[in-house]
């Protein structure tokens, strides 16, 4: 049966482009359908208008929104529709290469322990903990493929949380330190925990034909204007397009996947930037709209088999949805405690931090309660957003601040001290309060029910990050930063989604089997984040590019191989 | 009082002000821009010296008025892009802004003392339904003017990132890449 494409990708961010760069480099025609525009290094400056205050890179709340409930401290839901409250934006970068462009690529790899969590430390009350139906020694490789594709840079140091690696070292050295580095690794050693360089998806010379990183101090929520970051666009479509076998759509919004009697995918209906609707039809569909979306697509997307739903006979689909738990912290250190000829070097903008700990990655210890998961804490500086800095500092102790003293404390915030936050990372426990479901009232300006995601979260959550930004916060005390503070909260950071699709091997408790193809339909594969049945406890950027690399190996093998090698042997 | 009272009160005052009406110069609007941004001459006035008192100009440090704050949310007003309810709220502060002024002291914000200014925002901030959260949205507008790139019209000569020693990021945005023309 002759089709369009072999293979028919929604989404172009780090789940669609490993799909479309090797499924296209194996010789199979590949078509990406992405809803945003696509911009290029041409389109990205530093600019926080743009990027963070008047948000060009998402879609309008007034045509497409989401609505969001929060768990009430008396009980119940309380309600938000985004188009209101914009604060609760779920969009994260709706644009060609997804929200990979704006990421700060923190780059961490899960552990092995992360695969097996209920079988190392058993079943958590209210929590839906499971094992993985893949172990890390099946995603190594991918962890490892995308060091040298996507270009991930670093420093291999022994420490007791190293996960097993297949080459010993990154294929990158690090990037440029900042002197603020040396001071974690001196306040580590004298506590006797270990500081690790942490691997960041930014090339920290030429390669790939791409351009090194400038250290220009922007990274994230900007667009890389060199290159240097590995975002799906830069470092996969790019190359997957100059090869002639994958082709993208900007613009195109796809509304529904339509499937016949036997409940087969049959085509991708869509609207193109002029807003005609259109369909594309092909052999196998990849969905990775990012979680939200993803599995919003699938419940707007019924069919004769599947009237709750695409894949959603088990009623799965949006369940178990994820975010990064965990807590934060900072910390000030002034220019003025350092020696003159130190402070200018302190002053710079630019070099990156690049330091985290592992050493809670399992917490062992009697006062905190059993041996449990923790997770990782990351140092980094302070955003530079000035207009964002500068809205913080409004706040008095006794009301707003305004006038003279607001502007010295303006020129006190700027001028006289560097920030060092904390970023703790745990696992956000799957909880059945945490889903993506349909809204019955709002709709998109196509006139299609737009996701609704209820936030619970388990108290667990909020423990061990407690826990995790504390220990930040004695190594910045450790420095001798002053005005240290940390915390946790249940709010979750909503550019850092993953779940609601998890993978399995029951159909009854999971949508998609260990290939991450869906149970119940035999052309589909989803390969954004939605897939993770737990998050672990580092950002998951580099897991979701692992495996959708790993993925798109299956979807080759089933497609009858590489045609290249099949050619040559 | 009444609204009867207050349009006199108002006009009165306006009158008084005429000759010192700021002029107001438009920016070199892009085409999507229209329409009318909704405010008399004298709210105009009135948002210009709410906004100096918020940020005023120093021999050393720039104040809403060197940032060209005004001008700054001028253009928010007359952008087809910000939302209607958004611009309600904003024309709205600024009308409070004078019915408190005459609730206390009987004259239009533009004819107070110092003190006086600072007791009306004050009362604003604590007493007024949304009076400290359209502060706080004037202070974060000056902000904007302050410190975005100079190429949308505020922080002239990069003032604002002068005074404060902020480093900005590169590349900067040229005036065909602004975020509106993307």
Redesign the interface.
Known sequence: MSHDFDVCVIGSGAGGGPVAYALAEAGYSVVVLEKGPWFTEEDYYKDELACCIRNAYTPDLKEQSHVVETELDEGGWRRRETAQDTSWNLWNGNVVGGSSNFMSGFFHRLKPVDFKQLSTFGPIEGANVVDWPISYDDLEPYYTKVEHVVGVSGRVVDHPHQEPRSTPDFPYPPTAEHPVSGLIDQACDKLGVHSVPMPRAILSKPDLGRQSCSYNGYCGSYGCATGAKGSSRAALLNHAVAGGRCKILPDSHVIRLQSDSSGQITAVEYRDKNDVVKHIDAALYVVACQAVETSRLLLNSTGEKHPHGLANNSGQVGKNLLFAGGGAGSGRLRYADFPAEKRDEMRQIGPFINRSIYDYYVIDDADFGEKQKGGTIDFVHLHPNPVSRATRQMRGSDGLLWGKPLKRRLEQHFRESSYIKIEAFCDWLPVDDCFVSLDSKVRDKWDMPVAKARLGFHVRNLQVGWYLASKGAEVLKAMGAENVVSFASGSPPLNLMAGGCRFGDDPETSVLNADCRAHDVDNLYITDGSFMPSAGSAPFTWTIYANAFRVADKIIERLGGNKFQSLSS | MDRRHFLKITSAGAAATAATTASLPLFAAPAQRSGDAGLSDQQWQTLDAVLD????S?TE?PGAKDVKALHWLQTVLLDD?T?EIHKQFLRAGVAQVDETSLELYQKLFIALQQDQR?AV??NM??SKQQG?AW??EM??YI??A????PV?GGNPQAA??I????????????KE????L?
């Open positions: 008192h918020l940020f005023p120093e440090a892009e939302d600072e925002l004050r901030e604590k400290r502060l706080q202070i974060r902000f904007e302050l410190l975005s790139d949308y604002g990132w005074w404060l020693q902020h480093i900005p990021g590169f590349p900067r945005p040229p890449k602004r975020y509106f993307l």
